[in-house]
């Protein structure tokens, strides 16, 4: 470093060409600038050291929230399976009950056209005083009879979807 800084002497100097004065100053100079180079770096590192610290508080937030989303996520999922479940039983449950519905009327319809459009039952009029009653005003066995459905056609049996399908 001694070189260059013999190229910044020169005997017009301010200090009447006095070799030693110009070193000096030049020596200031160059002191003052590695200084001052420093002092740059060391405000460099600092600003890294800022922008890595946030950047490591920026991942921290995004974790914490990426955890939250997760969390939600799995909650979600599974409160949809529990509603894709229940949607399943009452979809079936909707199909059971059609298909009772559908062959409970195909009978309204077997029992209404059988008897010529009047709506009668073993020659008694179709009336729920008479349910269970015979033409000469006694119950009816409800075991008894050729009726398929245990003697009256309105039991309280249910007609299950299974059921209608064996009948057929």
Request: charged letters at 20%; a negative charge.
């Amino acid at each position: 470093m001694a070189s260059s800084s013999s190229i910044y002497r020169s005997s017009s100097s301010s200090d009447g060409g006095n070799p030693s004065g110009s070193v000096v100053a030049v020596d200031d100079r160059k002191r003052k600038r590695m200084l001052s180079n420093r002092e740059s770096a060391r405000r460099s590192r600092m600003r890294k050291q800022k922008h890595v610290d946030d950047l490591t508080a920026q991942i921290n937030q995004l974790s914490n929230d990426n955890r939250q989303i997760l969390t939600s996520l799995t909650v979600t999922t599974q409160l949809y399976t529990k509603i894709q479940a229940e949607n399943s039983i009452l979809t079936a449950q909707m199909t059971e009950l059609s298909t009772r519905l559908e062959s409970l009327n195909e009978i309204v319809d077997l029992v209404t056209t059988t008897n010529g459009g009047v709506d009668q039952i073993d020659g008694c009029g179709f009336d729920d005083r008479t349910v269970g009653i015979n033409c000469d005003g006694y119950y009816d066995d409800m075991m008894s009879g050729a009726n398929p459905w245990g003697g009256s056609v309105y039991s309280n049996q249910p007609i299950m979807a299974n059921d209608m399908m064996n009948m057929y």
